[in-house]
């Protein structure tokens, strides 16, 4: 088990950019695959990327390809989202999840979850 915990969000005009952080307590996230997902109030929870536990594998929805980037930082324990050119649909609580060497693109693959942070794109 993992606690991750996120950061960086808040409002942002639309076409700004916001960067997210999931940092993991107490533990190195270094062998777990990493994803963003975000729920829009009255949606379900949705996949927006991933990277693989060695960082060599990034995976986005379509939704945000070519406007959100994933990094990660094994040494520091941390896994960030660069968010540019946000969109007011792109409003929602987004999360961090961590699942122990490979993962996919459903909730259901992971079981390691952070608290959410609200991300708000006003147009």
């Known amino acids: 088990q993992v606690q991750l915990v996120e950061s960086g969000g808040g409002l942002v005009q639309a076409g700004g950019s916001l960067r997210l952080s999931c940092a993991a307590s107490g533990r190195t996230l270094s062998s777990y695959a990493v994803a963003w997902f975000r729920q829009a109030p009255g949606k379900e929870r949705e996949f927006v990327g991933g990277i693989s536990w060695s960082g060599y594998s990034t995976y986005y929805a379509d939704s945000v390809k070519g406007r959100f980037t994933i990094s990660r930082d094994n040494d520091k324990k941390k896994v960030s989202l660069q968010m540019n050119s946000l969109k007011p649909e792109d409003t929602a609580v987004y999360y961090c999840?961590?699942?122990?060497?490979?993962?996919?693109?459903?909730?259901?693959?992971?079981?390691?979850w952070g608290q959410g942070t609200q991300v708000t794109v006003s147009s």
């Open positions: 999840a961590a699942e122990f060497v490979g993962a996919g693109r459903n909730t259901g693959d992971y079981n390691n």
